[in-house]
């Protein structure tokens, strides 16, 4: 299965314990397939060095993390553009998710969840996802 995994899913999988965490270890097992693009790893990078989030990483440190990030990912490169949702970011997982060739986006984005799924893409939460009957239980 070809997966988005946004942002706030992935930082959480990466700083705590949880269904987030038991995602990415199926992603390290090869369970799934992990999507992404340079776009999405700019905005992590970003929110990991921010001020005014939690993490406050150093550039050297994040770019530690976007490393090991991308170890995990197959690097999609969007080409088409879409502007369903009004925060551009949201955006740039759907277009992510449609040049991909995205199965699913999980994601904890109410806006993304509100759609439910887009051009055949399902969106849904870690914890949602999980209990899919094709993702075998850790």
Known sequence: MRVIIDTN?????????????????????????????????????????????????????????????????????PHRKVSVCHDEKDNRVLECAIDGRADCIVTGDIHLLELKSFKKIKITTVGDFLDLPLIKKD
């Open 9 to 77: 899913v992935l930082i959480s999988g990466i700083f705590w314990t949880g269904k987030p965490k038991q995602f990415l270890n199926k992603v390290r097992r090869g369970e799934v397939t992990f999507l992404t693009s340079e776009i999405l790893l700019d905005e992590l990078k970003d929110v990991l060095t921010r001020r005014d989030k939690p993490f406050k990483l150093s550039a050297e440190e994040a770019e530690r993390v976007i490393i090991s990030v991308k170890d995990l990912a197959e690097i999609v490169k």
